[in-house]
């Protein structure tokens, strides 16, 4: 595990869970962060996390959630929203039976969510279906999309692949993606109800930009502007 992940697992042991379902309003803000494949989710994060100064949670949630389920990670993986359509699901089934599984994952994966909440530190936490799991909860849910050729693009120069190839690769892990909020949360990821703020960053490319948008809504919802 990381040393992220090793202190989220220890916030989680601390705050027990005090407050049963999180319905206090955290410390610091909680932002989460859907987004599509080549649409600027992963540097906004950063960037927005930096001016809340608060953590962003992604690969070291999953690793999080497979330290306290006990999983095997390899198996654990195949749920993770960043495997390419569950194509070895099969497999899954047929090593340690998929509703098990699945519902092993669910578990432990709201925990560590509602930890981030709970613990009052904040936090952007990037897809994951966090936006689902903290529904009820005082925190702020974007999700940032493009359309597919500008996504392709994007991929292409940052991958160095050729662009066909970043089209089926877009097109792939937003797939993938969407089949694990609906196989985990039985939700649509694109539901537009389930977000306070959704961005298209085909113009608005500019991760900074994008970044102070999301902060300044925030800013407004607080004050009750919007």
């Given at each position: 595990?990381t040393?992220?992940?090793?202190?989220?697992?220890?916030?989680?042991i601390?705050?027990?869970m005090?407050?049963?379902h999180?319905?206090?309003?955290?410390?610091?803000?909680?932002v989460?962060l859907?987004?599509?494949?080549?649409?600027?989710?992963?540097?906004?994060?950063?960037?927005?996390?930096?001016?809340l100064?608060?953590?962003?949670?992604?690969?070291?949630l999953?690793d999080?959630?497979?330290e306290?389920s006990?999983?095997?990670?390899?198996?654990?993986?195949?749920?993770?929203?960043?495997t390419?359509?569950?194509?070895?699901?099969?497999l899954?089934?047929?090593?340690?039976?998929?509703?098990?599984?699945?519902?092993?994952?669910?578990?432990?994966?709201?925990?560590?969510?509602?930890?981030?909440?709970?613990?009052?530190?904040?936090?952007?936490i990037?897809?994951?279906?966090?936006?689902?799991?903290?529904?009820?909860?005082?925190?702020?849910?974007?999700?940032?999309?493009?359309?597919?050729?500008?996504?392709?693009?994007r991929?292409?120069?940052?991958?160095?692949?050729?662009l066909?190839?970043?089209?089926?690769?877009?097109a792939?892990?937003?797939?993938?993606?969407?089949?694990?909020v609906?196989d985990?949360f039985?939700?649509?990821l694109?539901?537009?109800?389930?977000?306070?703020l959704?961005?298209?960053?085909?113009?608005l490319?500019?991760?900074?930009?994008?970044a102070?948008i999301?902060?300044?809504?925030?800013?407004?919802?607080?004050r009750?502007d919007?």
């Amino acid at each position: 595990m990381t040393t992220d992940a090793i202190k989220l697992v220890e916030a989680i042991i601390k705050a027990q869970m005090a407050t049963g379902h999180g319905s206090r309003r955290a410390d610091k803000p909680v932002v989460t962060l859907s987004r599509d494949f080549g649409s600027g989710g992963r540097e906004v994060a950063e960037l927005l996390a930096k001016r809340l100064a608060v953590p962003v949670y992604d690969k070291e949630l999953l690793d999080a959630v497979v330290e306290r389920s006990g999983a095997d990670p390899q198996l654990m993986a195949q749920l993770d929203e960043k495997t390419r359509g569950f194509r070895n699901s099969w497999l899954v089934s047929l090593l340690s039976g998929e509703n098990v599984l699945t519902e092993n994952y669910r578990h432990h994966l709201v925990k560590v969510v509602l930890a981030i909440f709970n613990t009052g530190n904040g936090g952007v936490i990037i897809g994951r279906g966090g936006h689902f799991i903290l529904a009820q909860q005082d925190v702020f849910r974007v999700r940032l999309i493009a359309s597919p050729e500008t996504c392709a693009e994007r991929v292409a120069k940052s991958q160095g692949v050729p662009l066909e190839e970043a089209r089926k690769l877009v097109a792939e892990v937003n797939e993938g993606r969407s089949k694990f909020v609906h196989d985990i949360f039985r939700q649509r990821l694109d539901k537009p109800a389930a977000f306070d703020l959704t961005i298209n960053t085909d113009r608005l490319s500019k991760h900074d930009e994008v970044a102070e948008i999301i902060f300044f809504a925030m800013q407004c919802r607080h004050r009750g502007d919007i």
